[in-house]
């Protein structure tokens, strides 16, 4: 099979891996287009699936955009588990999306050995107002919405590792919408580059936009949040799969200066689910921005900069 016909179009797609694909309608309006699912990481059904919704969103709200429909993904183990789970796991992603304003317009489902949920995202933006991962540049200042660790701490809690605190903690953060935060970059000015943090932990996420930018991306990394218990798990080595198959292949881009402490270095390769956004500012946008999130009760972590260099990750 040969490569894809180019279509002009198509104004974001595959090579960059960026959070959704951006097809082109017209001079004013342009298709935003994501889609994620997954497996239980929490027992409770409902929140289980509202987990499932917010995650889904954020790769739209990481593009600038506004969702509008949604169709629901999900798989569901018929012979051995009750209707009545699969229709809280349905309850909770419907809940959120209403609250985003988003339409749920379809879905489909199969009988599966375990339970899986998800959703394809629509929304929209215009062509000129897209976010990228792809385009920071050397000087600007690197910020994060949430704290990370939820991929050690989802693990933790499976293996009854985790006390009540450190597991109200981590799903109040996978619960949080990326919403408001994307609501004050629009407020404030739109970022130079934006992502999420999500399955290829901190670093991954971070080298993404050094090499699509071809810049060099420093993190502070006592600057970096991370979750209750997480510091205490990652010292355990309490890691899910992803998060060691991230350190393996994105380790050999990032560079390590200072005493940096090996369980915070190891803690930000950590697989997320429904992580925060992930983006620059320019220095002279960074005080607007820093306000409309202060105004707004939002939280924001200012963890390194840009600069030229070669591409790659310097956590210091």
């Given at each position: 099979?040969?490569?894809?016909?180019?279509?002009?179009?198509?104004?974001?797609?595959?090579?960059?891996?960026?959070?959704?694909?951006?097809?082109?309608?017209?001079?004013?309006?342009?298709?935003?287009?994501?889609?994620?699912?997954?497996?239980?990481?929490?027992?409770?059904?409902?929140?289980?699936?509202?987990?499932?919704?917010?995650?889904?969103?954020?790769?739209?709200?990481?593009?600038g955009a506004r969702p509008l429909t949604a169709l629901n993904l999900a798989g569901?183990?018929?012979?051995?588990?009750?209707?009545?789970?699969?229709?809280?796991?349905?309850?909770?992603?419907?809940?959120?999306?209403?609250?985003?304003?988003?339409?749920?317009?379809?879905?489909?489902?199969?009988?599966?050995?375990?339970?899986?949920?998800?959703?394809?995202?629509?929304?929209?933006?215009?062509?000129?107002?897209?976010?990228?991962?792809?385009?920071?540049?050397?000087?600007?200042?690197?910020?994060?919405?949430?704290?990370?660790?939820?991929?050690?701490?989802?693990?933790?809690?499976?293996?009854?590792?985790?006390?009540?605190?450190?597991?109200?903690?981590?799903?109040?953060?996978?619960?949080?919408?990326?919403?408001?935060?994307?609501?004050?970059?629009?407020?404030?000015?739109?970022?130079?580059?934006?992502?999420?943090?999500?399955?290829?932990?901190?670093?991954?996420?971070?080298?993404?936009?050094?090499a699509g930018a071809s810049i060099r991306l420093h993190v502070e990394a006592d600057?970096?949040?991370?979750?209750?218990?997480?510091?205490?798990?990652?010292?355990?080595?309490?890691?899910?799969?992803?998060?060691?198959?991230?350190?393996?292949?994105?380790?050999?881009?990032?560079?390590?200066?200072?005493?940096?402490?090996?369980?915070?270095?190891?803690?930000?390769?950590?697989?997320?689910?429904?992580?925060?956004?992930?983006?620059?500012?320019?220095?002279?946008?960074?005080?607007?921005?820093?306000?409309?999130?202060?105004?707004?009760?939002?939280?924001?972590?200012?963890?390194?900069?840009?600069?030229?260099?070669?591409?790659?990750?310097?956590?210091?």
């Amino acid at each position: 099979m040969g490569p894809a016909r180019p279509d002009p179009h198509v104004l974001v797609g595959m090579e960059t891996h960026d959070d959704a694909g951006v097809y082109l309608l017209n001079e004013d309006t342009a298709l935003v287009q994501t889609v994620d699912y997954f497996t239980p990481i929490v027992d409770d059904p409902y929140e289980f699936g509202a987990i499932a919704a917010v995650n889904a969103l954020s790769d739209v709200y990481a593009m600038g955009a506004r969702p509008l429909t949604a169709l629901n993904l999900a798989g569901f183990p018929s012979g051995t588990l009750p209707p009545e789970i699969l229709g809280r796991i349905m309850k909770g992603g419907r809940d959120v999306l209403d609250d985003a304003g988003v339409s749920l317009i379809g879905g489909h489902s199969v009988d599966d050995s375990e339970p899986k949920m998800g959703y394809a995202l629509t929304g929209v933006v215009h062509p000129d107002r897209i976010w990228r991962n792809s385009t920071a540049r050397a000087g600007d200042i690197l910020y994060l919405t949430k704290p990370i660790g939820a991929g050690v701490m989802v693990k933790a809690i499976k293996d009854e590792r985790a006390s009540a605190e450190e597991m109200r903690a981590v799903v109040a953060s996978m619960r949080e919408s990326n919403r408001r935060a994307a609501d004050c970059l629009i407020a404030a000015g739109p970022p130079t580059a934006c992502t999420d943090v999500t399955g290829f932990g901190l670093l991954g996420h971070v080298y993404e936009m050094a090499a699509g930018a071809s810049i060099r991306l420093h993190v502070e990394a006592d600057r970096v949040p991370v979750l209750p218990g997480a510091l205490e798990s990652a010292r355990r080595d309490l890691f899910p799969g992803g998060s060691r198959n991230n350190r393996h292949y994105f380790g050999r881009f990032v560079t390590v200066e200072g005493p940096v402490a090996g369980e915070r270095v190891a803690l930000f390769y950590d697989a997320v689910t429904s992580g925060g956004l992930l983006f620059t500012a320019s220095p002279q946008k960074a005080e607007a921005v820093e306000a409309e999130f202060l105004r707004a009760g939002a939280p924001l972590f200012r963890i390194g900069m840009a600069a030229d260099g070669p591409p790659g990750v310097t956590v210091r």
